[in-house]
């Protein structure tokens, strides 16, 4: 059984740092692209920074310069170091886990939620100004 199970979130002050991590289990993590989401109230699920099983990042322009998204296979373990947060970060944030390439032929994959086989059950970010 796959389990994604994210931790870190929690309450920061705007230009501040989080650090959220995802703990997985149940799949031959070296080999899938993980991503995280995040998803603010009203809003549609957007996907923020993905990493491949050749460590190659992605990531959404909006936190480009201030996010880093990282993995510790050995750990089953993905990353989301987050600097500079904006009131606007702040969503519920999902890890996922998708098996085939974040990209392929162009396609940007990662950044389509269907696309992704398993879910964490999210953890809270709230970034106050």
């Known amino acids: 059984q796959v389990q994604l199970v994210e931790s870190g979130g929690g309450s920061v002050q705007s230009g501040g740092s989080l650090r959220l991590s995802c703990a997985a289990s149940?799949?031959?993590?070296?080999?899938?692209?993980v991503a995280w989401f995040r998803q603010a109230q009203g809003k549609e699920r957007e996907g923020v920074a993905a990493?491949?099983?050749?460590?190659?990042?992605n990531y959404a322009d909006s936190v480009k310069a201030r996010y880093t998204i990282s993995r510790d296979n050995a750990k089953t373990t993905l990353y989301l170091q987050m600097n500079s947060v904006k009131p606007e970060d702040s969503a519920i944030y999902y890890c996922?886990?998708?098996?085939?390439?974040?990209?392929?032929?162009?396609?940007?994959?990662?950044?389509?939620?269907?696309?992704?086989?398993?879910w964490g059950q999210g953890t809270q970010v709230t970034v106050s100004s």
């Open positions: 990493i491949d099983s050749d460590d190659s990042t």
């Open positions: 149940g799949l031959t993590y070296s080999a899938y692209c």
């Open positions: 996922a886990a998708r098996a085939g390439p974040c990209t392929y032929g162009g396609v940007r994959f990662w950044m389509v939620s269907r696309a992704y086989n398993h």
